[in-house]
């Protein structure tokens, strides 16, 4: 069965740095978008960033200059590197998979920055 694993998430202060990672098993596709996604309590899931199959990102504007996403497709794996944190990056990060049959999310990890 398919699945997303997260991990990296902690408590930091503003202006340091996390890595997340999320490793998928179970996964057979060769083609397929990987993505992180955040969720802050009473607000609505947003994309934080994604990349393709063929290596093109994607990310929000809020997070531009300061997030780098890579992907390894070896290893099904995709990791998000954060630098200069800020305050309103603390939310519950979500790894998610998603092609033409699949969409699968991960359990989540929580990141919380403190001012």
């Known amino acids: 069965q398919a699945q997303l694993v997260e991990s990296g998430g902690g408590l930091v202060q503003a202006g340091e740095s996390l890595r997340l990672s999320c490793a998928a098993s179970?996964?057979?596709?060769?083609?397929?978008?990987m993505g992180w996604y955040r969720q802050a309590p009473g607000k609505q899931r947003e994309l934080v960033a994604s990349?393709?199959?063929?290596?093109?990102?994607n990310y929000a504007d809020s997070v531009k200059g300061r997030f780098t996403i890579s992907r390894d497709n070896a290893k099904n794996t995709v990791s998000l590197q954060m630098n200069s944190l800020k305050s309103e990056d603390t939310a519950v990060y979500l790894c998610?998979?998603?092609?033409?049959?699949?969409?699968?999310w991960g359990q989540g990890t929580q990141v919380t920055v403190s001012s």
């Open positions: 998610n998979l998603r092609n033409s049959v699949r969409n699968i």
């Open positions: 179970g996964i057979t596709d060769t083609i397929y978008t």
């Open positions: 990349i393709t199959s063929s290596g093109r990102t």
